[in-house]
């Protein structure tokens, strides 16, 4: 008799506990197999304290492999479940699909980033669901403090050091309180403009902080947040983000270069398309965690509405303590539907208290019900972390014990850009890649710190598993790579960075006009060695690999590039016409070069390679000789980096 097929989604709080309970459960009866886009468990309680720079971003997360060796890990994100055949279709991290047959299915998905219909927030506000938005907020405010401290200007010194986190729940809470800790470190060491210091926001439209908590919790964690200098203001949200700042609803307009985005937390959008009866985003089981009618599928975690059998009438409530109990159960019932394990167990809860830590000996907590603040709350609040992390107790503990006699290392890493972590995404735990694979996002968000690659918004995109091409006229998001070369004003002495594939390959990059400015090739072009051409661009006629005419080395600028003419890509192989000064290049068979190409004699009234326009220097309008930079962007706004 073969053994059973037990698939679980997810590998979160609920997930992981699930494929754990069930390895022990099953002794090797059954083929448990673990679906989850990375190869870690992560804890999140503990990813302020990353954002911070008080725990390495290791620490945090425990290897799948090691910590259950008898499941099966595949790594990849489920795309469609098909119901009747017992199937699932999932994308791997390379873009290959992938098919899972199952006998038992275990939906433990989580949840991502929950969005508002505000104008602006998906564009500049970056949530804080994963370990990629940890270290990119960990990047962005030490780079802000470090501009700020250069900065000439009162004005964008204080934009740059005013940080906004929406959202006063657990998680914002604990972002604001460390950052707040974080941020005054840094300037004791690059001190800002005299009477200056950063300044830290916490909106939310909760009459208090803490909401859903005890309100002793409650006023211990708002007392704190206001002695350390949190500029705390509840009833009050964004109306409107933008570049330069977020209007609130109360009419003020707040300058800053950061929004963070922690309201709260939506279902992962994977269970809505399987048509099964749902409950505000999440899908609706029995006390069992079974789907009713479905007796091979389960689910728990914050994609499950759970009966709160302790509140009859209510669910419970999406937290990770709720998650974790959910996996033990799960695991129990899935066993027992097999004939694994014992018989069948009702999810109940007993409320155990919550913890909050409010960084260096600050916390609030209410074990068992007692109301705890100050250093008992902080011992506490650790010692439960400590508790609870299924691994790296010991280097948890380890870097606690050095932050509290070392002094913090603000220093940017950037490993993670802002595009890469987009507000609104269906995988906060997954950094995206320029041409890599990932689900299909918002067309709206395509501009903007938050903006999706035009790739990851097309249906040809990298979904189906290759790298993306953007339609024809979308016009690619501003500051990021894979969506064709970017603009450089002439003369600017900026250089551009070069493509993720292009770097691995080791070679350089293409010159451009401008003194120290260099060009962005594609990937197609980077791989066949050739030069970048502008869209619709077709190869000389006589030219060793079909090089593009307006990719010469000593030619004279295009049309439509600064203080040039355009070239006209005649079909039969002409080259060029109308280029300053030349004459047509005459490409036909036995005939002489085109001139202005390589070995070729130089148009006339041309100046010789290398010398300077008349009047001895370089200008916008008489860039300096050099290959012809590519057309395909829209603006100078282009080349902006991440503010």
């Known amino acids: 008799m073969s053994r059973p097929r037990i ?14 309970t069930l390895s022990r459960l099953t002794r090797g009866r059954a083929h448990i197999t673990l679906l989850n886009p990375t190869d870690y468990f992560l804890y ?55 098919t899972l047959a199952y006998d038992r299915l275990v939906l433990a998905a989580g949840s991502v980033n929950k969005l508002l219909p505000i104008p602006g927030v998906a564009e500049h506000a970056h949530g804080f669901r994963g370990l990629p938005e940890a270290l990119y907020l ?37 972002v604001a309180a460390h950052g707040q800790m974080f941020t005054d470190a840094q300037v004791r060491r690059h001190p800002l403009r005299r009477g200056m210091r950063p300044r830290w926001m916490l909106l939310d ?79 609706l089981v029995d006390p069992h965690l079974r789907v009713p009618g479905r007796p091979e599928l389960f689910a728990c975690g914050d994609v499950a509405a759970v009966p709160d059998l302790e509140n009859p009438g209510s669910y419970t409530p999406m937290t990770a303590q709720h998650a974790w109990r959910h996996g033990k159960v799960a695991a129990q019932n899935v066993a027992a539907s097999l004939g694994l394990g014992g018989a069948r167990t009702p999810y109940r809860h007993r409320d155990l208290g919550f913890v909050v830590d409010l960084g260096g000996a600050k916390a609030a907590a209410n074990p068992l019900g007692v109301a705890l603040s100050g250093v008992p709350a902080g011992a506490v609040t650790r010692g439960y972390h400590l508790a609870a992390m299924p691994g790296n107790r010991v280097r948890v503990a380890a870097d606690w014990l050095l932050d509290a006699v070392l002094p913090r290392q603000a220093v940017q890493l950037g490993l993670v850009r802002s595009w890469s972590v987009p507000l609104d995404t269906s995988s906060p735990e997954v ?62 002495g900026a250089a551009q960075p070069r493509d993720e594939w292009e770097t691995a390959k080791g070679r350089p990059v293409t010159g451009r006009p401008g003194p120290g400015a260099a060009e962005v090739r594609s990937e197609a072009e980077t791989a066949k060695g050739r030069p970048a051409a502008a869209p619709g661009d077709e190869p000389a006629g006589d030219q060793a690999g079909g090089e593009p005419a307006r990719s010469q080395e000593r030619g004279g600028p295009a049309r439509n590039q600064p203080g040039g003419e355009s070239a006209r890509d005649q079909a039969g192989g002409e080259a060029a016409r109308n ?27 041309q100046p010789a390679p290398g010398a300077p326009p008349p009047g001895g220097r370089s200008s916008p309008g008489h860039p300096a000789p050099g290959p012809v930079k590519r057309t395909d962007v829209a603006d100078e706004d282009s080349a902006k980096g991440d503010s």
């Open 431 to 492: 950094a995206r890649v320029p041409g890599g694979p990932g689900r299909q996002q918002d067309a709206s968000a395509r501009s903007g710190p938050g903006a999706a690659l035009a790739a990851d918004t097309d249906g040809r995109g990298t979904g189906a598993g290759g790298p993306g091409r953007a339609r024809p006229h979308d016009e690619p998001a501003k500051g990021q790579p894979g969506s064709g070369t970017r603009q450089i004003r002439p003369g600017s």
């Open 579 to 605: 280029q300053p000064g030349g004459e047509p290049a005459r490409d036909q068979a036995g005939g002489e070069p085109a001139k202005n190409q390589p070995g070729g004699e130089p148009a006339k009234n």
């Open 7 to 20: 698939l679980i989604v997810g590998a979160g709080f609920a997930g992981f506990r699930t494929a754990r």
């Open 44 to 98: 999140l309680p503990l990813l302020p304290q990353v954002a911070a720079g008080i725990l390495e971003p290791r620490r945090v997360t425990v290897s799948l492999s090691d910590s259950l060796p008898d499941v099966r890990l595949v790594l990849g994100e489920a795309d469609r479940i098909d119901l009747d055949d017992r199937t699932l279709h999932y994308t791997g991290p390379e873009g290959e699909g992938g």
């Open 138 to 174: 960990r990047d962005h405010v030490t780079r802000q403090v470090e501009l700020a401290a250069s900065a000439d200007d009162a004005r964008t010194c204080a934009a740059r050091c005013t940080f906004v986190v929406v959202g006063a729940g657990y998680t914002g809470t604990e």
């Open 205 to 283: 439209v909760a009459p208090r902080v803490l909401p859903e908590m005890d309100g002793k919790l409650s006023a211990t964690a708002d007392r704190v947040l206001r002695q350390r200098g949190v500029d705390v203001r509840m009833g009050t949200s964004v109306k409107e983000a933008t570049h330069d700042g977020v209007l609130l609803t109360d009419g003020e307009f707040v300058e800053s270069r950061t929004l963070v985005w922690c309201v709260g937390v939506r279902p992962d959008p994977l269970v809505e398309s399987l048509g099964l009866p749902m409950e505000k985003g999440r899908l």
